[in-house]
C-alpha cells in the first residue's frame, strides 16, 4: 500500500496515499476531527481549513501527492494559550452559533494575525473570509471577535447567570476549537460506513436494482434495499408518505428518493460501490410546473389520488364591496424562489446496536422522538428498543425536521449488529432535505383616500414537491400572515400546496410568512404612493394594536404592542438616512411563535442533581445554533440559583418528553416554560440528588381554522420586527441594516442580536442572491454551495440590531421567538429600497437575479 509521509501537529506521519484528499486523511486516518467536511472536495466553505506549510488553505482541495513532505497543522496542534485565546475571542463575543464552520475560520484567523499582526484591518478581513461560508452569525461579530484579537484585548468568557444575562454560549469555547464534536466525528469501535443511492429520473417506475457490481467491492460489507425493510416503508412527520426507500415495483417521485445503502469498511469505499448499483427504469414525465400538476387528472406521486396536498381558506367581511368602494386599488402577482438551506453541516447519522436487539442512534434532528418512532416503526420494533440522542448539529434553519439518512443508517446498523455511520455529500444533501417554497401570490388590495387599508384578496399556489413534509402548514401559515401585522377588515385568503416532482418543500426559517410578507410590504408601499404618504406613515396608521382583529379573526392581546415599539425605534434611523439623500427602504413583520392552529403543544424537562453537585437538564428541543440549550441552562440558573458551570444539558429520548419538531420559532418559549415547572417542582420537593423531577408547560388555548369561529386564536404569541434597508442611490449598493425586533424578554441579549444579524444576512442572501432552480426534468441545476449565490462576508453591509422588549402574555418570562422573524420583512425592506434607486417595482426573489440593478448615471 503506497504512503505519503508529512508533518502534523508536530508529528511525522505515514499515511495511505489513496485517501481522495489531505482532509480525509486527517479525518479518517488520523482522527484529527477540528476540520470539518462540509463540502468536499469543492473548498467552498472553508470548514475545512488547516496551515500547510504556515498558509491557510482548505484541505479538501489538497491532494496526497501535494501533501508529501509538508507540515500540517490543525487547531489540535496550536499552541495551548493561542488556542484558548482564540477560542474565548470567538465565544466572548458570540461570533459562533452552530459553530461547524468556527474552526475553520479560526484557523484563518490566526494566518492573518501571524502574517499582517496589528495592521490586520476590517477590509482584509473581509476580503480573506470569502473563502469561508458561515450560515448563522451573518458575519458581523466575527469581525468584533477578530477585531478584540488584532488589538490584543484580553477576553474571558463568562457562563451565563440567569435571565438577561449575555454570557457567553453553553460549550462555545468547545465549539469554537473543534473539541465538541458533531455525529461525523464520532468513531465507535467496529464502525462501518454508509453511502446511499439515490434515483436518476425524478419520476419513473423502478423495474429493477442490480446491487451485484456494488456487493463484488472488496471492503463492502452488505448492501440493502427497500426489500429489507421489516416495518413500514413510508414516514413522515405528519403524514407518513415519504418512502423510505423505492422498491422494485415503485415509483420515485423526486430526484432526492433513496433506492439502496451500501455498507462498507470506509465512506471512500462505500461511496464508490453505490455508483455501481445498476437501475432499470421506466422513465415518466415528470410534473415541473405547479399550475400544470394542478390542472392535470393524473397523479405526480406514487400512491398518492390528486395533486392538491392542502387548501388552506378563510375570509372575513365583504372583499368585494370594500374594493368597489375604495379610492385606491390595485392588482399584482408576486413570485417567490425556491431556496436551498445550505447549513454548513451535511446530515449525519450514527447507529449503534445496543446489544438487546435495539440502537442507540446519534442524531441531530429536529425532533428526535418523531426520528425515535419513525425509525421504530420502519425496524417493527418497540419505540423502547429505540434510542435517540441529540448531537448539537451543525445548522438546519427548518431543514432537518424530517429525517434525511436516520432510516437507512438505522436499518443497515439493525440487519448488521454493526455501528453504521452514513453522512450525506453535499450534493446529495441538496438533493434530499426539503427547501423552502416558491410560492406564486396574486393580490387584490384598496386603501381609502387617508390611506387606511380597506380590502386585501389573496391567492396563492405554493409548489410543495412530492411528499408532505409540512408543506400544508406551511401554506397555511402563509394564508394567515398575508396580512401582515395591519388592520384589514375585509380579507379574503385561499393558498393551495401542491405536489409535484421538484425538489419536497417544507420547513425554512420564515415558514411561509416571509413570501407571504413581501408580497404586503409591497402592496403597502405602491398604496402608499397612491395616497401620498410616506411608507413609515402608511404602517403607522394601520398597524394593529391590543384589541385589534387580525388576518383570519384572532382578536390581538397585549404582545402586539411590540410593532408599534419596534416601528418607532427605527424612525430615528429612517429620517436620517431620508436626510442624507440615501435610498430608504421599510419592512416590518409580524412571525408567530408556537405551532398554534389547535394543536396541544406541551413542552416536558426534567431537573436532576447528581452527587457529584451537576445538576442535569433535560429538554425536548434541538440546539442548532440558535442558543436553546441557553435558555435552558439560564432559566435554571435563575430559578435554581446555582453556578452554571454545575449545569449540564442533555437531549435524548431515555424520559419521554417528545414535543415534536423544534419549529416555529418556539424553542425558547417551550423550553424555558418546561425547565422553569420542573425547577419549581424540584424547589418544592427539596431538590434530592438522584432524583428526576418533572415539569412541563402547555399551550392548550390555540384554535384551528377548521373550528369556523368568529375570533379563534390562531396563534399564543407573535414576535414582531421593523427594518430599514439604506442603499445608495447611484449604485443600489445595500450600505446598512437597522433591524427592530421584539423578542418579549432576550433570556441573553448577545445572542439574540446574533440571531438578528444572521437572519438579516439570510434575509438579504433571499431577498438578492439566493436560488435554487430545477429545470424542465424537476432536476435541481445548482450543486455547489458557491452557486446558490449565499452572501459572503465582503458582501454584508453593516447591521445594527435593536432588542424591543414587549412582554408576552402567558409565556413564561414574557418571551417570544426570534429565530424567524429576523428575516421576514427583510426582502420588502429591499425591494422599496431598491425602487428609490432605479424606479422599478420588483414583484420577484431573487431581486438580484431576476430583476439586477439599473445604475444611474453619475455624470
Same mark, same amino acid.
Given at each position: 500500500?503506497?504512503?505519503?509521509?508529512?508533518?502534523?501537529?508536530?508529528? /511525522?506521519?505515514?499515511?495511505?496515499?489513496?485517501?481522495?484528499?489531505?482532509?480525509?486523511?486527517?479525518? =479518517?486516518?488520523?482522527?484529527?476531527?477540528?476540520?470539518?467536511?462540509?463540502?468536499?472536495?469543492?473548498?467552498?466553505?472553508?470548514?475545512?481549513?488547516?496551515?500547510?506549510?504556515?498558509?491557510?488553505?482548505?484541505?479538501?482541495?489538497?491532494?496526497?501527492?501535494?501533501?508529501?513532505?509538508?507540515?500540517?497543522?490543525?487547531?489540535?496542534?496550536?499552541?495551548?494559550?493561542?488556542?484558548?485565546?482564540?477560542?474565548?475571542?470567538?465565544?466572548?463575543?458570540?461570533? !459562533?452559533?452552530?459553530?461547524?464552520?468556527?474552526?475553520?475560520?479560526?484557523?484563518?484567523?490566526?494566518?492573518? !494575525?501571524?502574517?499582517?499582526?496589528? &495592521?490586520?484591518?476590517?477590509?482584509?478581513?473581509?476580503?480573506?473570509?470569502?473563502?469561508?461560508?458561515?450560515?448563522? $452569525?451573518?458575519?458581523?461579530?466575527?469581525?468584533?471577535?477578530?477585531?478584540?484579537?488584532?488589538?490584543?484585548?484580553?477576553?474571558?468568557?463568562?457562563?451565563?447567570?440567569?435571565?438577561? &444575562?449575555?454570557?457567553?454560549?453553553?460549550?462555545?469555547? @468547545?465549539?469554537?476549537?473543534?473539541?465538541?464534536?458533531?455525529?461525523?466525528?464520532?468513531?465507535?469501535?467496529?464502525?462501518?460506513?454508509?453511502?446511499?443511492?439515490?434515483?436518476?429520473?425524478?419520476?419513473?417506475?423502478?423495474?429493477?436494482?442490480?446491487?451485484?457490481?456494488?456487493?463484488?467491492?472488496?471492503?463492502?460489507?452488505?448492501?440493502?434495499?427497500?426489500?429489507?425493510?421489516?416495518?413500514?416503508?413510508?414516514?413522515?412527520?405528519?403524514?407518513?408518505?415519504?418512502?423510505?426507500?423505492?422498491?422494485?415495483?415503485?415509483?420515485?417521485?423526486?430526484?432526492?428518493?433513496? /433506492?439502496?445503502?451500501?455498507?462498507?469498511?470506509?465512506?471512500?469505499?462505500?461511496?464508490?460501490?453505490?455508483?455501481?448499483?445498476?437501475?432499470?427504469?421506466?422513465?415518466? =414525465?415528470?410534473?415541473?410546473?405547479?399550475?400544470?400538476?394542478?390542472?392535470?387528472?393524473?397523479?405526480?406521486?406514487?400512491?398518492?389520488?390528486?395533486?392538491?396536498?392542502?387548501?388552506?381558506?378563510?375570509?372575513?367581511?365583504?372583499?368585494?364591496?370594500?374594493?368597489?368602494?375604495?379610492?385606491?386599488?390595485?392588482?399584482?402577482?408576486?413570485?417567490?424562489?425556491?431556496?436551498?438551506?445550505?447549513?454548513?453541516?451535511?446530515?449525519?447519522?450514527?447507529?449503534?446496536?445496543?446489544?438487546?436487539?435495539?440502537?442507540?442512534?446519534?442524531?441531530?434532528?429536529?425532533?428526535?422522538?418523531?426520528?425515535?418512532?419513525?425509525?421504530?416503526?420502519?425496524?417493527?420494533?418497540?419505540?423502547?428498543?429505540?434510542?435517540?440522542? /441529540?448531537?448539537?448539529?451543525?445548522?438546519?434553519?427548518?431543514?432537518? @425536521?424530517?429525517?434525511?439518512?436516520?432510516?437507512?443508517?438505522? !436499518?443497515?446498523?439493525?440487519?448488521?449488529?454493526?455501528?453504521?455511520?452514513?453522512?450525506?455529500?453535499?450534493?446529495?444533501?441538496?438533493?434530499?432535505?426539503?427547501?423552502?417554497?416558491?410560492?406564486?401570490?396574486?393580490?387584490?388590495?384598496?386603501?381609502?383616500?387617508?390611506?387606511?387599508?380597506?380590502?386585501?384578496?389573496?391567492?396563492?399556489?405554493? &409548489?410543495?414537491?412530492?411528499?408532505?413534509?409540512?408543506?400544508?402548514?406551511?401554506?397555511?401559515?402563509?394564508?394567515?400572515?398575508?396580512?401582515?401585522?395591519?388592520?384589514?377588515?375585509?380579507?379574503?385568503?385561499?393558498?393551495?400546496?401542491?405536489?409535484?416532482?421538484?425538489?419536497?418543500?417544507?420547513?425554512?426559517?420564515?415558514?411561509?410568512?416571509?413570501?407571504?410578507?413581501?408580497?404586503?410590504?409591497?402592496?403597502?408601499?405602491?398604496?402608499?404612493?397612491?395616497?401620498?404618504?410616506?411608507?413609515?406613515?402608511?404602517?403607522?396608521?394601520?398597524?394593529?394594536?391590543?384589541?385589534?382583529?387580525?388576518?383570519?379573526?384572532?382578536?390581538?392581546?397585549?404582545?402586539?404592542?411590540?410593532?408599534?415599539?419596534?416601528?418607532?425605534?427605527?424612525?430615528?434611523?429612517?429620517?436620517?438616512?431620508?436626510?442624507?439623500?440615501?435610498?430608504?427602504?421599510?419592512?416590518?413583520?409580524?412571525?408567530?411563535?408556537?405551532?398554534?392552529?389547535?394543536? !396541544?403543544?406541551?413542552?416536558?424537562?426534567?431537573?436532576?442533581?447528581?452527587?457529584?453537585?451537576?445538576?442535569?437538564?433535560?429538554?425536548?428541543?434541538?440546539?442548532?445554533?440558535?442558543?436553546?440549550?441557553?435558555?435552558?441552562?439560564?432559566?435554571?440558573?435563575?430559578?435554581?440559583?446555582?453556578?452554571?458551570?454545575?449545569?449540564?444539558?442533555?437531549?435524548?429520548? $431515555?424520559?419521554?418528553?417528545?414535543?415534536?419538531?423544534?419549529?416555529?420559532?418556539?424553542?425558547?418559549?417551550?423550553?424555558?416554560?418546561?425547565?422553569?415547572?420542573?425547577?419549581?417542582?424540584?424547589?418544592?420537593?427539596?431538590?434530592?440528588?438522584?432524583?428526576?423531577?418533572?415539569?412541563?408547560?402547555?399551550?392548550?388555548?390555540?384554535?384551528?381554522?377548521?373550528?369556523?369561529? =368568529?375570533?379563534?386564536?390562531?396563534?399564543?404569541?407573535?414576535?414582531?420586527?421593523?427594518?430599514?434597508?439604506?442603499?445608495?442611490?447611484?449604485?443600489?449598493?445595500? =450600505?446598512?441594516?437597522?433591524?427592530?425586533?421584539?423578542?418579549?424578554?432576550?433570556?441573553?441579549?448577545?445572542?439574540?442580536?446574533?440571531?438578528?444579524?444572521?437572519?438579516?444576512?439570510?434575509?438579504?442572501?433571499?431577498?438578492?442572491?439566493?436560488?435554487?432552480?430545477?429545470?424542465?426534468?424537476?432536476?435541481?441545476?445548482?450543486?455547489? /454551495?458557491?452557486?446558490?449565490?449565499?452572501?459572503?462576508?465582503?458582501?454584508?453591509?453593516?447591521?445594527?440590531?435593536?432588542?424591543? @422588549?414587549?412582554?408576552?402574555?402567558?409565556?413564561?418570562?414574557?418571551?417570544?421567538?426570534?429565530? @424567524?422573524?429576523?428575516?421576514?420583512?427583510?426582502?420588502?425592506?429591499?425591494?422599496?429600497?431598491?425602487?428609490?434607486?432605479?424606479?422599478?417595482?420588483?414583484?420577484?426573489?431573487?431581486?438580484?437575479?431576476?430583476?439586477?440593478?439599473?445604475?444611474?448615471?453619475?455624470?
Amino acid at each position: 500500500m503506497p504512503t505519503v509521509s508529512l508533518t502534523v501537529n508536530g508529528m /511525522l506521519s505515514e499515511v495511505s496515499a489513496d485517501h481522495p484528499n489531505l482532509l480525509t486523511a486527517l479525518r =479518517e486516518e488520523l482522527g484529527i476531527t477540528s476540520p470539518k467536511d462540509g463540502c468536499s472536495p469543492s473548498g467552498q466553505c472553508g470548514a475545512c481549513t488547516v496551515l500547510l506549510d504556515g498558509k491557510a488553505i482548505q484541505s479538501c482541495l489538497v491532494s496526497m501527492e501535494k501533501a508529501e513532505g509538508k507540515t500540517v497543522t490543525t487547531l489540535e496542534g496550536f499552541e495551548p494559550t493561542e488556542r484558548e485565546r482564540l477560542a474565548d475571542a470567538f465565544a466572548s463575543t458570540g461570533a !459562533l452559533q452552530c459553530g461547524f464552520c468556527t474552526p475553520g475560520i479560526l484557523v484563518r484567523t490566526k494566518s492573518l !494575525l501571524d502574517q499582517k499582526g496589528a &495592521d490586520l484591518d476590517r477590509k482584509t478581513v473581509q476580503g480573506r473570509l470569502g473563502a469561508h461560508l458561515c450560515r448563522c $452569525t451573518g458575519y458581523t461579530k466575527i469581525f468584533e471577535a477578530i477585531d478584540l484579537l488584532v488589538a490584543d484585548a484580553v477576553t474571558v468568557p463568562q457562563m451565563p447567570h440567569g435571565i438577561g &444575562d449575555s454570557g457567553v454560549k453553553y460549550e462555545g469555547v @468547545e465549539l469554537a476549537l473543534g473539541d465538541r464534536g458533531y455525529v461525523d466525528d464520532i468513531r465507535p469501535e467496529g464502525l462501518l460506513f454508509g453511502a446511499l443511492r439515490l434515483t436518476d429520473h425524478a419520476r419513473a417506475d423502478v423495474l429493477g436494482i442490480d446491487t451485484s457490481a456494488a456487493e463484488a467491492v472488496e471492503g463492502v460489507t452488505a448492501v440493502f434495499t427497500g426489500a429489507d425493510v421489516p416495518g413500514t416503508l413510508h414516514v413522515g412527520i405528519i403524514y407518513q408518505d415519504w418512502p423510505v426507500f423505492i422498491p422494485v415495483g415503485g415509483r420515485t417521485s423526486y430526484y432526492g428518493d433513496v /433506492l439502496a445503502i451500501v455498507v462498507a469498511e470506509s465512506k471512500a469505499i462505500a461511496r464508490e460501490a453505490a455508483d455501481l448499483i445498476e437501475v432499470e427504469y421506466n422513465v415518466l =414525465e415528470p410534473f415541473a410546473d405547479p399550475h400544470a400538476a394542478l390542472e392535470s387528472d393524473e397523479d405526480a406521486v406514487w400512491g398518492f389520488d390528486g395533486n392538491v396536498l392542502s387548501r388552506t381558506v378563510y375570509s372575513r367581511g365583504d372583499f368585494d364591496a370594500a374594493l368597489a368602494s375604495s379610492p385606491h386599488t390595485l392588482h399584482e402577482v408576486f413570485q417567490t424562489q425556491r431556496v436551498e438551506h445550505a447549513f454548513l453541516e451535511p446530515e449525519a447519522t450514527l447507529a449503534v446496536p445496543t446489544g438487546d436487539g435495539g440502537l442507540h442512534v446519534y442524531s441531530g434532528g429536529q425532533g428526535i422522538w418523531d426520528d425515535r418512532n419513525q425509525i421504530a416503526s420502519l425496524l417493527d420494533v418497540d419505540p423502547g428498543k429505540i434510542t435517540v440522542e /441529540l448531537v448539537t448539529n451543525g445548522g438546519a434553519f427548518g431543514g432537518k @425536521e424530517d429525517m434525511s439518512n436516520q432510516g437507512q443508517t438505522a !436499518l443497515a446498523a439493525y440487519l448488521l449488529g454493526r455501528p453504521v455511520s452514513c453522512t450525506l455529500t453535499r450534493e446529495q444533501s441538496f438533493r434530499i432535505h426539503a427547501k423552502r417554497h416558491p410560492i406564486e401570490i396574486e393580490v387584490w388590495a384598496a386603501c381609502d383616500e387617508d390611506g387606511h387599508l380597506t380590502a386585501l384578496r389573496s391567492r396563492m399556489i405554493g &409548489d410543495s414537491g412530492p411528499y408532505a413534509s409540512v408543506g400544508m402548514k406551511v401554506l397555511e401559515r402563509a394564508a394567515g400572515h398575508m396580512s401582515g401585522p395591519y388592520v384589514i377588515d375585509n380579507i379574503d385568503v385561499e393558498a393551495i400546496a401542491v405536489r409535484t416532482n421538484n425538489p419536497v418543500c417544507g420547513a425554512f426559517r420564515g415558514f411561509g410568512a416571509n413570501q407571504a410578507q413581501f408580497a404586503m410590504e409591497g402592496i403597502v408601499d405602491r398604496l402608499a404612493e397612491a395616497v401620498g404618504i410616506s411608507g413609515w406613515e402608511m404602517r403607522s396608521r394601520n398597524l394593529i394594536e391590543p384589541g385589534s382583529v387580525w388576518g383570519p379573526g384572532q382578536i390581538m392581546d397585549d404582545g402586539s404592542r411590540g410593532i408599534r415599539e419596534c416601528l418607532d425605534a427605527i424612525k430615528p434611523a429612517y429620517d436620517a438616512a431620508r436626510g442624507e439623500g440615501k435610498a430608504v427602504g421599510l419592512g416590518i413583520a409580524l412571525k408567530n411563535a408556537g405551532l398554534g392552529n389547535g394543536f !396541544l403543544e406541551i413542552s416536558k424537562a426534567v431537573v436532576r442533581f447528581d452527587e457529584d453537585g451537576t445538576v442535569e437538564v433535560r429538554h425536548a428541543w434541538t440546539e442548532m445554533g440558535q442558543g436553546v440549550n441557553n435558555v435552558a441552562l439560564q432559566v435554571a440558573a435563575e430559578e435554581l440559583g446555582v453556578d452554571p458551570e454545575r449545569i449540564r444539558v442533555i437531549i435524548d429520548t $431515555t424520559r419521554e418528553l417528545g414535543a415534536g419538531q423544534t419549529t416555529g420559532s418556539r424553542g425558547t418559549v417551550m423550553a424555558a416554560g418546561g425547565v422553569s415547572d420542573a425547577c419549581r417542582v424540584a424547589k418544592e420537593h427539596g431538590m434530592a440528588p438522584g432524583v428526576d423531577y418533572h415539569g412541563e408547560y402547555r399551550v392548550d388555548w390555540t384554535n384551528a381554522l377548521e373550528e369556523g369561529l =368568529e375570533h379563534p386564536i390562531i396563534h399564543s404569541a407573535f414576535g414582531y420586527a421593523a427594518q430599514v434597508v439604506i442603499a445608495d442611490r447611484d449604485t443600489g449598493g445595500i =450600505e446598512k441594516v437597522v433591524a427592530a425586533h421584539d423578542v418579549g424578554r432576550a433570556v441573553n441579549p448577545r445572542l439574540v442580536e446574533g440571531q438578528i444579524e444572521g437572519a438579516v444576512h439570510m434575509g438579504l442572501g433571499y431577498a438578492l442572491t439566493e436560488e435554487f432552480p430545477t429545470d424542465e426534468l424537476a432536476r435541481p441545476t445548482k450543486h455547489t /454551495l458557491r452557486s446558490l449565490g449565499i452572501l459572503r462576508a465582503k458582501d454584508m453591509p453593516d447591521v445594527e440590531a435593536i432588542i424591543v @422588549e414587549v412582554p408576552q402574555p402567558r409565556s413564561p418570562y414574557g418571551v417570544k421567538g426570534v429565530g @424567524e422573524i429576523g428575516l421576514v420583512p427583510t426582502a420588502g425592506a429591499v425591494a422599496a429600497a431598491l425602487y428609490e434607486v432605479d424606479g422599478i417595482r420588483r414583484t420577484r426573489t431573487p431581486m438580484g437575479v431576476h430583476h439586477p440593478i439599473e445604475k444611474r448615471s453619475t455624470s
